[in-house]
């Protein structure tokens, strides 16, 4: 009866353990997924499944930046254009 239970316990540490390493593996890429590429690149130009997507990791892997600072980035760009015109 033990053993049974010590073998029960070490499947869930190890499950618990490999779940843990995928996390922070996930946390750390730095490259994109298929998930994060154009199913149909003819349909679409990539900036715009891009943008549509909103997805940070994938901005900040490809331009430096989350989705809310582009944001931000373009609002303050238009209202300066706005202003100096």
């Known amino acids: 009866h033990q053993l049974g239970v010590f073998g029960a316990l070490m499947f869930v540490g190890a499950d ?3 779940h843990q ?3 922070r593996r996930h946390a750390r890429r730095t490259y994109l997924v298929r998930g994060d590429l154009l199913p149909n690149p003819c349909v679409s130009t990539p900036w ?3 943008y549509s997507a ?3 990791h ?3 892997t ?3 930046v ?3 600072t582009l944001k931000c980035t373009v609002v303050a760009q ?3 254009v706005v202003d100096f015109v």
Do not use: C, V, W, Y
């Open 16 to 18: 618990h353990s490999r």
């Open 21 to 23: 390493r995928s996390e």
């Open 48 to 50: 715009q499944a891009l």
């Open 54 to 56: 909103q997805k940070d």
């Open 58 to 60: 994938a901005f900040i």
């Open 62 to 64: 490809t331009m430096g």
């Open 66 to 68: 989350d989705t809310l």
């Open 78 to 80: 238009n209202l300066l």
